[in-house]
């Protein structure tokens, strides 16, 4: 028997390896087109998010376009798409699904779902409250652009708005949002692709992209264009994210990250950065380059936040820790009274700092030069040796200002009726006469 030559052998092996690899490849791209989507209006965008394993098809190999979504169906979206992997240990009042319970479990330890709400109808009205808390899209005031607002439920009237605003939904031909019916798969498939462009799992480079998901610890994005959103989703866990040369016109909304970092590099351009993010490591977004050019940062109540800087010539126009809001039965959008406490750490330049939610512990680390801070509600706060703040208005009770760094100058106002210590040496202190 003649021997196949070992170059030759070699050669018929790869040629194998490829056709079968090939073979694998074209089974799963005809897997992925479910038999009852053919000519469906959303078509699609169920092709493309299933290619992205968001959102499941049936026990009968199909994708059931135009069945009703309910609520642990879109916690398991959400948990796909963003990678929540903190779970709730309390009651879920009155849910029953046993397959479906991690992901609920999941969706309302992200703050996104109310253990509540696991066990309603999940109407339009429901899914726009709970979609826009997991875009981190704030809820607005006022009417919404659909024709019947007025049968919207006033508690959910401010997220339909925002949605509305932000292009995610859509009416019918006639313009209306119908808030009490259900969401089919396909609707919740076609807002998904609305809102997002990419979900990103590896190091990637991209032209230009409308919003993108980071679900994925240790990943790059490098010489990048956003149009509106980048988010670093809770999958991200404490882990790390770089951003090299990335331009995002939108927000970054960091909800996931740890001690090691979200790193900003190269030439990148940040519009707003807003951080959310309450469980494990603070979140520390580091400025790693002296040629990046940082807007605003916005840290949200109840948030563990970092932000740094390695270069002196790098800076932040303005750091501010928001106050906790929630919207009532009335749909008014108020005050949270008792939220939970924010924790900022800041180590780089910022014009000024604004601590605009109560029990705020506010650290000013060495190599932290903010020109103005300004205290508005129940704060401790300690600017660490190699810290410098040039002045401080107090305009708050029960604040507490000390350490090793320099405090030029701090004005006490009227709206500090008492509790008010600063223990900074050198401090010119000057007290308002209603104070």
């Not at 709730?88 to 253990?115: F, H, Q």
């Not at 925002?162 to 859509?170: H, K, Q, T, V």
């Not at 008014?332 to 605009?356: F, G, H, N, Q, S």
Request: glycine residues 8%.
């Amino acid at each position: 028997m003649k021997r196949t030559s070992k170059p030759l052998a070699r050669l018929l092996t790869l040629a194998l390896t490829a056709a079968l690899l090939l073979c694998l490849l074209t089974t799963g791209a005809v897997a992925a087109r479910y038999p009852d989507i053919g000519g469906h209006w959303g078509e699609t965008a169920i092709e493309k998010w299933s290619d992205y394993d968001i959102l499941h098809g049936t026990d009968l190999g199909t994708f059931d376009p135009d069945g009703a979504l309910d609520t642990t169906q879109l916690a398991q979206l959400l948990v796909n798409t963003f990678g929540y992997d903190q779970s709730y240990t309390g009651a879920l009042p009155g849910y029953s699904s046993i397959w479906g319970e991690d992901a609920i479990r999941k969706a309302v330890a992200a703050g996104v779902m109310d253990a509540s709400e696991a066990a309603l109808t999940l109407t339009r009205e429901l899914a726009a409250k709970i979609i826009a808390k997991a875009f981190a899209i704030a809820p607005v005031t006022g009417t919404s652009k659909f024709v019947d607002d007025y049968s919207i439920t006033n508690e959910y009237k401010p997220y339909v708005a925002a949605l509305g605003r932000a292009g995610i939904f859509n009416g019918n031909e006639r313009s209306e949002f119908m808030p009490a019916d259900s969401f089919s798969r396909a609707q919740i498939m076609q807002a998904l692709d609305n809102a997002v462009t990419d979900v990103i799992k590896e190091n990637k480079t991209t032209d230009s992209a409308k919003s993108i998901i980071i679900n994925k610890t240790n990943v790059t994005l490098t010489e990048s264009v956003i149009e509106d959103d980048l988010i670093i989703a809770q999958g991200v866990g404490d882990g790390d994210v770089t951003l090299d040369s990335v331009t995002v016109k939108g927000r970054l909304v960091v909800l996931g990250g740890g001690s090691n970092t979200i790193r900003i590099k190269g030439n990148s351009n940040i519009a707003e950065i807003i951080v959310n993010k309450t469980f494990g490591q603070a979140a520390r977004v580091l400025i790693d380059s002296a040629d990046a050019t940082i807007g605003t940062a916005t840290i949200a109540a109840e948030s563990k936040a970092a932000i740094a800087a390695t270069s002196t010539a790098a800076a932040i126009g303005s750091i501010t820790v928001a106050p906790a809001t929630e919207v009532n039965a009335y749909g008014e959008i108020t005050t949270k009274t008792t939220p939970a406490a924010t924790t900022l750490t800041v180590t780089a330049k910022a014009a000024t700092v604004t601590i605009d939610a109560p029990n705020t512990a506010l650290t000013l680390s060495s190599g932290a030069a903010i020109d103005t801070l300004v205290i508005e509600e129940k704060t401790t706060a300690t600017i660490s040796s190699g810290a410098a703040v040039k002045a401080a208005t107090i305009a708050a009770s029960d604040v507490k200002i000390s350490g090793a760094g320099k405090l030029t100058t701090a004005l006490v106002t009227a709206d500090a009726k008492s509790g008010v210590e600063i223990r900074t040496s050198g401090t010119k202190v000057t007290v308002d006469k209603d104070a």
